[in-house]
């Protein structure tokens, strides 16, 4: 009888190195058009693993509409999107790939900082549109630099530990939140978001997402970063207020922001659109191919290890 390849879901789109990959060992059906059981395509029945990122909608009627299902695979080392309750009584698997991207979102971090408080996109632009002339010896007004500037980050995990190292070699102070004081850091811990803020001429959000912190950085947050302090965020669109960002933006409450996440994906709200001092990236601080690559090799690990029947390497914390 010859051997049947398990059968796996995509929950969105992947490389094609990876769906190649994929291919050689498993029978590979997907991309879902959206995270729901009505989406689910013809063969899906005999769904053994989900491969799916941490922002998608992993629900208990999703999972229910997967009778075979054993593992759920997330690209990436967030997994928000999951019904935990669900998948441990069903007894699922679910795996992750922690670390794998924090440089590449490091230097990402570190170009949004750079091209909100140095005005990068808007000398961009102000050069296209023939805006520059005459003999002034500076063209745009003068900003400050980081050279001295404070750092805060939300969230010292793996990328705010390589976005605090790319931030001491611009010569700036770095402080940082998170869920738990870390002893083996020389940066300063402030207690709270806001206290952070405060402190803070550049907010980057590097936290993991869950139900406890979204919307963490609120109104009151966003005004204890002042006038002249920048919001950046790379980790989750949930854990900021879209609201309450635009307010502060268009009543210039703080300088100004750069988002590469957002709460409803691909959805930008019109306000942050239209905003002024705002610069938007569609999701892509994970994107370099090393990166990309790498955790793409993790979800493979993971699904070999399951399907050998040993433990998986990188299970999440379901602390």
């Avoid at 502060?248 to 590469?260: S, V």
């Amino acid at each position: 009888m010859p051997f049947s390849k398990p059968t796996v879901l995509l929950a969105c789109d992947f490389s094609e190195r990876f769906k190649s990959l994929l291919g050689k060992h498993y029978n590979v059906v997907g991309p879902l058009p959206y995270s729901s059981p009505e989406a689910l395509p013809v063969g899906a029945a005999g769904v053994s693993a989900l491969i799916t990122k941490g922002g998608l909608k992993t629900d208990r009627a999703l999972i229910e509409a997967l009778p075979e299902l054993g593992i759920v695979s997330f690209f990436g080392t967030g997994f928000e999107g999951i019904d935990l309750e669900a998948a441990a009584r069903r007894r699922l698997a679910v795996t992750h790939s922690p670390g794998a991207n924090a440089s590449s979102v490091a230097d990402f971090a570190m170009g949004l900082a750079l091209a909100s408080t140095r005005n990068i996109v808007a000398a961009d632009r102000y050069v296209r549109e023939g805006r520059w002339a005459g003999n002034s010896l500076v063209s745009m007004p003068a900003v400050q630099g980081l050279t001295g500037a404070r750092l805060g980050i939300y969230g010292l995990g793996a990328i705010g530990r390589k976005l605090a190292l790319r931030a001491s070699a611009f010569e700036m102070e770095v402080a940082y939140h998170s869920r738990t004081l870390k002893s083996d850091t020389p940066y300063s811990y402030k207690p709270s978001v806001r206290e952070l803020a405060e402190w803070s001429d550049i907010l980057v959000i590097a936290a993991r997402a869950d139900s406890s912190n979204r919307h963490v950085v609120d109104a009151s947050v966003l005004a204890a970063l002042g006038p002249r302090g920048h919001v950046v965020n790379v980790a989750r669109g949930s854990l900021i207020d879209s609201d309450a960002l635009a307010e502060a933006l268009e009543q210039g409450t703080i300088a100004g922001a750069a988002l590469d996440v957002f709460e409803n994906e691909p959805n930008v709200p019109e306000r942050l659109l239209l905003a002024p001092n705002v610069i938007l990236s569609p999701h892509i601080a994970f994107a370099s191919t090393s990166a990309r690559d790498a955790q793409e090799d993790m979800v493979l690990a993971n699904l070999e290890a399951f399907y050998a029947g040993r433990p998986v390497p990188n299970p999440i914390d379901r602390s």
